[in-house]
Protein backbone atom coordinates (compact mmCIF):
# COMPACT_ATOMS: atom_id res chain seq x y z
CA UNK A 1 0.00 0.00 0.00
CA UNK A 2 1.51 3.35 -0.93
CA UNK A 3 1.89 6.40 1.01
CA UNK A 4 0.85 9.43 0.81
CA UNK A 5 4.96 10.67 1.00
CA UNK A 6 5.39 8.20 -1.93
CA UNK A 7 2.20 8.73 -3.88
CA UNK A 8 3.11 12.60 -3.90
CA UNK A 9 6.37 11.72 -5.04
CA UNK A 10 5.79 9.29 -7.57
CA UNK A 11 2.85 12.05 -8.90
CA UNK A 12 2.55 15.61 -7.82
CA UNK A 13 -1.06 15.99 -8.58
CA UNK A 14 -3.89 15.62 -5.99
CA UNK A 15 -7.63 15.33 -7.59
CA UNK A 16 -9.86 17.29 -5.60
CA UNK A 17 -13.28 15.82 -6.09
CA UNK A 18 -15.41 18.71 -5.11
CA UNK A 19 -19.22 17.53 -5.21
CA UNK A 20 -18.67 14.49 -6.30
CA UNK A 21 -21.52 12.24 -5.26
CA UNK A 22 -20.98 8.31 -3.83
CA UNK A 23 -22.62 6.76 -7.66
CA UNK A 24 -20.32 8.54 -9.55
CA UNK A 25 -16.99 8.89 -7.18
CA UNK A 26 -15.73 5.38 -8.79
CA UNK A 27 -15.93 6.03 -12.62
CA UNK A 28 -14.67 9.50 -11.98
CA UNK A 29 -11.65 7.98 -10.21
CA UNK A 30 -11.14 5.20 -12.06
CA UNK A 31 -10.73 8.12 -15.05
CA UNK A 32 -8.35 9.61 -12.78
CA UNK A 33 -5.70 6.77 -11.79
CA UNK A 34 -5.73 5.44 -15.52
CA UNK A 35 -4.17 8.79 -16.35
CA UNK A 36 -1.64 8.19 -13.73
CA UNK A 37 -3.30 10.21 -10.61
CA UNK A 38 -2.61 8.44 -7.10
CA UNK A 39 -4.05 10.76 -4.69
CA UNK A 40 -7.94 11.54 -4.72
CA UNK A 41 -9.37 13.79 -2.26
CA UNK A 42 -12.80 14.01 -1.37
CA UNK A 43 -13.81 17.40 0.61
CA UNK A 44 -16.26 17.03 3.46
CA UNK A 45 -18.63 19.47 1.78
CA UNK A 46 -19.86 17.07 -1.13
CA UNK A 47 -23.27 14.80 -1.43
CA UNK A 48 -22.23 12.22 1.44
CA UNK A 49 -18.43 12.07 1.14
CA UNK A 50 -17.89 9.35 3.91
CA UNK A 51 -19.54 6.99 1.75
CA UNK A 52 -17.62 8.17 -1.32
CA UNK A 53 -14.54 8.02 0.55
CA UNK A 54 -15.56 4.21 2.28
CA UNK A 55 -16.28 3.24 -1.92
CA UNK A 56 -13.00 4.59 -3.31
CA UNK A 57 -10.96 3.07 -0.53
CA UNK A 58 -12.47 -0.22 -1.26
CA UNK A 59 -11.58 0.12 -4.78
CA UNK A 60 -8.45 2.06 -5.12
CA UNK A 61 -6.95 1.69 -1.77
CA UNK A 62 -3.52 -0.56 -2.95
CA UNK A 63 -3.12 1.58 -5.39
CA UNK A 64 -4.16 5.37 -4.37
CA UNK A 65 -4.00 7.45 -1.36
CA UNK A 66 -7.90 8.19 -0.74
CA UNK A 67 -8.56 10.82 1.97
CA UNK A 68 -10.69 14.00 2.62
CA UNK A 69 -10.84 17.51 2.35
CA UNK A 70 -12.42 20.21 4.16
CA UNK A 71 -11.56 19.08 7.54
CA UNK A 72 -12.22 21.18 9.73
CA UNK A 73 -12.60 19.46 13.16
CA UNK A 74 -11.24 16.00 15.13
CA UNK A 75 -14.54 14.70 14.95
CA UNK A 76 -14.46 14.85 11.15
CA UNK A 77 -11.07 13.09 11.42
CA UNK A 78 -12.17 10.16 13.43
CA UNK A 79 -15.44 9.92 10.65
CA UNK A 80 -12.71 9.63 7.84
CA UNK A 81 -10.12 7.63 9.73
CA UNK A 82 -13.48 5.32 10.08
CA UNK A 83 -14.76 5.09 6.48
CA UNK A 84 -11.23 4.67 5.34
CA UNK A 85 -9.26 7.44 4.19
CA UNK A 86 -5.87 8.03 4.57
CA UNK A 87 -5.27 11.83 4.27
CA UNK A 88 -7.23 14.36 5.74
CA UNK A 89 -6.32 17.82 4.26
CA UNK A 90 -7.71 21.45 5.38
CA UNK A 91 -8.21 24.46 4.30
CA UNK A 92 -6.67 26.27 7.37
CA UNK A 93 -4.63 24.78 10.36
CA UNK A 94 -5.87 23.54 13.21
CA UNK A 95 -4.19 22.32 15.53
CA UNK A 96 -6.27 20.25 16.98
CA UNK A 97 -7.36 18.50 13.81
CA UNK A 98 -3.73 17.76 12.97
CA UNK A 99 -3.03 16.02 16.33
CA UNK A 100 -6.19 13.90 15.58
CA UNK A 101 -5.14 13.37 12.11
CA UNK A 102 -1.55 11.77 14.04
CA UNK A 103 -3.14 9.91 16.29
CA UNK A 104 -5.20 8.06 14.14
CA UNK A 105 -2.05 7.43 12.07
CA UNK A 106 -2.93 9.16 8.56
CA UNK A 107 -1.46 11.90 7.22
CA UNK A 108 -2.25 15.74 7.51
CA UNK A 109 -1.64 18.54 4.77
CA UNK A 110 -3.05 21.78 6.55
CA UNK A 111 -4.17 25.33 4.55
CA UNK A 112 -1.81 28.15 5.49
CA UNK A 113 -0.83 31.65 4.27
CA UNK A 114 1.63 32.55 6.33
CA UNK A 115 5.14 31.51 6.70
CA UNK A 116 4.22 31.25 10.62
CA UNK A 117 1.23 29.51 9.85
CA UNK A 118 3.68 27.04 8.20
CA UNK A 119 6.40 26.42 10.55
CA UNK A 120 3.61 25.92 13.75
CA UNK A 121 1.80 23.30 11.11
CA UNK A 122 5.20 21.60 11.13
CA UNK A 123 5.64 21.73 14.82
CA UNK A 124 2.11 19.99 15.06
CA UNK A 125 3.11 17.51 12.97
CA UNK A 126 1.75 18.05 9.27
CA UNK A 127 2.99 15.69 6.61
CA UNK A 128 2.95 18.62 3.92
CA UNK A 129 1.84 22.04 3.78
CA UNK A 130 -1.25 23.38 1.47
CA UNK A 131 -0.27 26.47 0.10
CA UNK A 132 -3.88 28.45 -0.13
CA UNK A 133 -5.30 29.97 -1.92
CA UNK A 134 -2.27 29.63 -4.84
CA UNK A 135 -4.26 33.07 -6.44
CA UNK A 136 -2.95 34.80 -3.62
CA UNK A 137 0.61 32.70 -3.68
CA UNK A 138 2.18 33.33 -7.04
CA UNK A 139 5.76 31.55 -7.68
CA UNK A 140 7.69 34.45 -6.21
CA UNK A 141 6.31 33.88 -2.72
CA UNK A 142 6.91 29.98 -2.86
CA UNK A 143 9.99 30.55 -3.61
CA UNK A 144 10.48 32.49 -0.98
CA UNK A 145 9.23 30.04 1.43
CA UNK A 146 11.39 27.45 -0.24
CA UNK A 147 14.58 29.44 0.77
CA UNK A 148 13.62 28.67 4.50
CA UNK A 149 11.84 25.81 4.86
CA UNK A 150 13.45 22.30 5.18
CA UNK A 151 14.03 20.80 1.81
CA UNK A 152 12.18 17.61 2.41
CA UNK A 153 8.66 19.48 3.24
CA UNK A 154 6.03 19.61 0.08
CA UNK A 155 5.02 22.52 -0.82
CA UNK A 156 1.64 22.52 -2.22
CA UNK A 157 -0.40 25.63 -3.87
CA UNK A 158 -4.06 25.05 -4.59
CA UNK A 159 -6.62 27.07 -5.42
CA UNK A 160 -6.37 28.54 -9.36
CA UNK A 161 -3.64 25.99 -10.48
CA UNK A 162 -3.90 24.92 -13.97
CA UNK A 163 -1.87 22.99 -16.81
CA UNK A 164 -0.55 26.02 -18.02
CA UNK A 165 1.19 27.54 -14.14
CA UNK A 166 2.61 23.94 -13.23
CA UNK A 167 6.17 25.19 -14.61
CA UNK A 168 6.20 28.12 -12.61
CA UNK A 169 5.35 26.42 -9.21
CA UNK A 170 7.61 23.91 -9.93
CA UNK A 171 10.57 25.73 -10.88
CA UNK A 172 9.79 28.09 -7.46
CA UNK A 173 9.61 24.85 -5.17
CA UNK A 174 6.45 23.78 -5.02
CA UNK A 175 6.20 19.82 -4.77
CA UNK A 176 2.65 18.74 -4.87
CA UNK A 177 -0.22 20.82 -6.25
CA UNK A 178 -4.08 20.12 -5.47
CA UNK A 179 -6.20 20.54 -8.38
CA UNK A 180 -9.71 21.55 -7.87
CA UNK A 181 -12.20 22.74 -10.61
CA UNK A 182 -9.87 22.85 -13.45
CA UNK A 183 -10.03 19.00 -13.30
CA UNK A 184 -13.09 18.00 -12.02
CA UNK A 185 -16.66 19.26 -11.75
CA UNK A 186 -19.53 17.23 -10.63
CA UNK A 187 -21.47 18.31 -14.39
CA UNK A 188 -18.61 17.44 -16.41
CA UNK A 189 -18.36 13.74 -18.74
CA UNK A 190 -15.64 11.26 -18.11
CA UNK A 191 -14.16 11.99 -21.33
CA UNK A 192 -13.39 15.76 -20.55
CA UNK A 193 -12.49 14.65 -16.86
CA UNK A 194 -10.45 12.34 -18.98
CA UNK A 195 -9.04 15.18 -21.44
CA UNK A 196 -8.30 17.75 -18.23
CA UNK A 197 -6.57 14.69 -16.69
CA UNK A 198 -4.19 13.98 -19.50
CA UNK A 199 -3.16 17.79 -19.76
CA UNK A 200 -2.23 17.90 -16.13
CA UNK A 201 -0.16 14.70 -16.20
CA UNK A 202 1.57 16.12 -19.66
CA UNK A 203 2.58 19.36 -17.90
CA UNK A 204 4.38 17.29 -14.67
CA UNK A 205 5.51 15.18 -16.83
CA UNK A 206 7.30 17.75 -18.93
CA UNK A 207 8.68 19.44 -15.82
CA UNK A 208 9.97 15.57 -14.23
CA UNK A 209 9.80 13.40 -17.03
CA UNK A 210 11.11 10.34 -14.74
CA UNK A 211 7.64 9.98 -14.23
CA UNK A 212 6.44 9.20 -17.79
Known amino acids: MVSFVEALVHQPLI???????????????ETLVEAGFRIIEVPL??????????NLTR???????????????????DEVAEAGGRLIVSPNFDPTVVAQAKRRGLAV?????????GFAALGAGASALKLFPAEAMPPKIVKAWRAVFPAEV???????????????????GARGFGLGSALFSPTLPLPEIR??????VEAMAALAPQRR
Request: hydrophobic share 45%; charged share 15%; glycine share 12%.
Open 59 to 77: RFGDEAVIGAGTVLSSGAV
Open 45 to 54: NSPAPLDSIT
Open 195 to 200: QRADRF
Open 154 to 172: ALVPTGGVTPDNLAGYWSA
Open 109 to 117: VPGVATPSE
Open 15 to 29: AILRGVTPEAAIPVA
